[in-house]
């Protein structure tokens, strides 16, 4: 069958982009009609996206590539640009489109009033045609040029609404702590530059290359590494998490549609991209199961203890992120990305679902909210889908893509597997907390909360739909997906032992949350009453922020102190001095000139004279 | 014959007509010690006319010119000065000094 629809891949990203160029030239004169066009415009995307992959679901496993653009040339060195669509990046189109369709219809909604709603969608539209041409890159130079634009648009997003200081804080901290990984992504392509054989870039090369063994093991340790590092930064984990959590500064449909399902999945998709290289290199795969697995933990226990709505479901999005890392570097490929495709719907139907809470109230503080499920049932009920979902319930999507994990790490990594274990226990536990706190109880505070509009929840039903059922693409039972997505055989990973266990885990943290927040039979400080340093060390996240702050933020800016002074006093310094002394010459010479001839005459005797003595003067020497 | 006791008399003239001219605060003397300075060049065109590599009548011819001229020069100036003297009341030189821009207008 041949790639009718693939051939015209190259048409999705540039509606956004249509979109966001038409936004930015024409915006001031539009209000409503600017968040039409850029909906429409991804809807457009959604729909190209949707033929795309339903043409690959037809059994044609041939990746379509096209690269006869050639960009740059410099002797016998040319970088070309092209696509490239096979099943991995059919599959993130359709994710990312139908994401950001769906929160451009609930901003509508959420973002209705807003002086700025255009430049809003504009942004929304760059960011979507980023992330759309980051997915069909075709080489590692052009993903990075796209890498760059989604970290911009991120910044751009996440200060929005720029009066806020908190806001601006976020836009510099995320963007400069991405930036960190940014360079270890720029180093990785460096050094696959010059290890290539005939220098090229793009991934069809790079996967003939490693499977030939063109590149010494070692060298593809450090480039797999170093393609790590800049997926540690874009996906936040460890220990370049800390930027993700205070992202949640910026509107809320940003926080689902970049901070959840998309934006921070690149960092997952590239490492997925480049499989290759980390095929190649067992220790680079221990690096990522480690660093991933550490961070799923890490990052669910800090969860727990916090009291910002949308914050808990920033660290949930890390730790999850950090179960994808996890299953990739336990050689888990097809659970890590069906990971990635369940989480991006429950995510943004969590963030969403809280955008709504956050709308209806006016607060993001979970000890203000309580007892909203009566007012608004339909947000409720979504996020219940949503929650169960990343507690990994039966049948929730996120019950299927978890266990998939776990499986894997059962049978290959067995440290691992209860790292895995109790973070879902962990998840459960802070998700029940958040649901019972937030939806539950009796009202905390006099606001009147209402349900959200329609352009709101039905999103949320959108998505409450796909995060329910969206799993069964993966079972046990029907392992079509995995073959599809990585053209063989999976192995039969059904396993009786870890379904029962991660469930006990599921249900054993949301009963616990229950019993504190719903039922109130153990008291709420039962843990953190006995042991307050505990509470104190997770809730201040384990003094990440404040160790990075104090070993180098606060040097950085000392040194930049110094270097201002510097340039202060030493480089302002002298141009001073050559003004001043330019100066006070002329003020001399105005001295000197007094209007009095005499004064004129003796001047002009004494240059006489030392010319002369001069001149003569130099006979003698 | 030598050239020296006519050059050293001009030089000795020169110096006094230099000093008399920037020093003295009376226009008039200023204006004498200028025409002292003009005869002792005058002195020397014609000690070089008699004494010098090439005698020749050109010297005398040119200091005839340049006593005429210092005529002339010595009209003009005193003229200058009467007007001078009809709008300040003073010949004092140092009170001469309209050249120089008023204060005011001076940049900083």
């Not at chain 1, 914050?311 to 996890?326: D, E, N, P």
């Not at chain 2, 014959?1 to 050059?7: A, D, E, K, R, S």
């Not at chain 2, 065109?45 to 002339?72: C, D, E, M, V, Y």
Request: aromatic share 12%; charged share 10%; glycine share 10%.
């Amino acid at each position: 069958m041949a790639s009718v629809y693939s051939q015209y891949a190259w048409l999705i990203p540039l509606f956004p982009l249509l979109a966001f160029l038409v936004l930015t030239a024409f915006g001031r004169q539009m209000q409503t009609l600017g968040a039409y066009i850029a909906t429409g415009c991804v809807l457009v995307s959604f729909v190209l996206s949707l033929f795309v992959c339903g043409e690959r679901l037809g059994g044609n496993a041939q990746g379509y590539t096209w690269n006869n653009f050639e960009w740059l040339k410099a002797g016998n060195l040319s970088v070309s640009a092209g696509f490239e669509v096979n099943n991995l990046n059919a599959l993130m189109l359709v994710i990312v489109t139908l994401v950001s369709l769906l929160v451009m219809i609930y901003s509508r909604g959420y973002m209705h009033g807003d002086e700025r709603i255009t430049v809003f969608y504009a942004y929304v539209s760059l960011f979507t045609f980023s992330m759309l041409g980051l997915v069909i890159a075709e080489n590692l130079l052009l993903l990075y040029i796209f890498w760059e634009l989604v970290g911009v648009c991120s910044f751009l997003l996440i200060g929005f609404w720029y009066h806020k200081p908190e806001a601006k804080a976020a836009a510099k901290k995320a963007f400069i702590v991405t930036r960190v990984g940014d360079v270890g992504l720029f180093l990785a392509i460096l050094l696959l530059f010059w290890y290539m054989p005939g220098h090229s870039l793009d991934f069809t090369s790079i996967h003939n290359a490693m499977s030939d063994g063109k590149i010494a093991g070692h060298i593809a340790t450090w480039i797999a590494i170093l393609i790590f590092i800049g997926a540690i930064g874009k996906s936040g984990q460890f220990p370049l998490h800390t930027w993700l959590p205070d992202a949640m500064e910026g509107p809320t449909p940003i926080s689902a549609l970049i901070h959840a399902a998309t934006m921070v999945a690149a960092g997952v998709y590239l490492v997925a991209r480049t499989y290759d290289v980390f095929s190649a290199s067992p220790a680079a795969l221990a690096v990522v199961a480690a660093i991933g697995g550490f961070t799923a933990i890490f990052a669910a226990t800090i969860g727990i203890a916090q009291n910002d709505i949308k914050r808990i479901l920033a660290y949930s999005t890390v730790s999850q992120l950090g179960y994808m890392m996890m299953a990739l570097g336990i050689g888990a490929y097809a659970a890590a990305i069906f990971h990635l495709f369940t989480h991006a719907f429950f995510k943004a139907l969590l963030f969403l679902a809280a955008g709504s809470v956050i709308h209806a109230v006016q607060t993001q503080d979970i000890n203000e909210m309580g007892g909203l499920a009566g007012k608004m049932k339909t947000t409720a009920w979504t996020f219940a889908v949503g929650a169960l979902a990343l507690s990994g319930i039966v049948p929730f999507s996120g019950f299927w893509s978890k266990d998939a994990i776990l499986a894997e790490a059962f049978r290959h990594n067995m440290p691992l597997f209860w790292v895995g274990l109790i973070a879902a226990f962990f998840t459960a536990f802070y998700m029940s907390r958040l649901f019972f706190l937030v939806f539950a109880g009796e009202k905390r505070s006099n606001r009147e909360a209402h349900e959200s509009p329609a352009s709101m929840t039905v999103p949320l039903i959108v998505l409450a739909v796909l995060a329910a059922f969206s799993g069964f693409v993966f079972t046990p039972f029907n392992d079509g997906f995995g073959v599809w997505l990585t053209g063989q055989e999976a192995a039969d990973h059904a396993n009786a032992i870890v379904m029962v266990l991660s469930t006990v885990a599921g249900v054993a943290g949301i009963a616990l949350g229950w019993l504190m927040y719903g039922k109130k039979s153990i008291a709420r400080d039962a843990v953190s009453g006995k042991v307050p340093w505990l509470h104190t060390l997770i809730y201040r996240k384990y003094y990440i922020d404040e160790l990075y702050d104090a070993v180098i933020v606060k040097p950085l800016k000392g040194v930049g102190v110094a270097l201002r002074a510097f340039d202060v006093y030493v480089v302002d310094g002298i141009v001073r001095l050559c003004a001043a002394a330019g100066f006070g010459l002329g003020k001399l010479g105005a001295r000197l000139q007094n209007g009095q001839v005499q004064a004129y005459g003796l001047i002009m005797l004494l240059g006489m004279i030392i010319l002369t003595v001069a001149l003569m003067g130099r006979r003698f020497i | 014959m030598v050239i020296t006791p006519y050059l050293t008399l001009g030089a000795i003239l020169f110096c006094i007509g230099l000093y008399g001219a920037l020093s003295k605060k009376n226009a008039v003397i200023v204006l004498l010690s200028i025409e002292l300075m003009l005869n002792a060049s005058n002195l020397n065109l014609i000690a070089f006319a008699r004494f010098g590599a090439n005698p020749s009548l050109t010297g005398q011819i040119f200091s005839l010119f340049t006593i005429t001229i210092a005529a002339a020069e010595v009209a003009v100036g005193i003229a200058i000065l009467i007007m001078l003297f009809r709008n300040k009341g003073t010949a004092d030189v140092n009170e001469m000094d309209s050249l120089k821009e008023s204060q005011q207008q001076r940049p900083m």
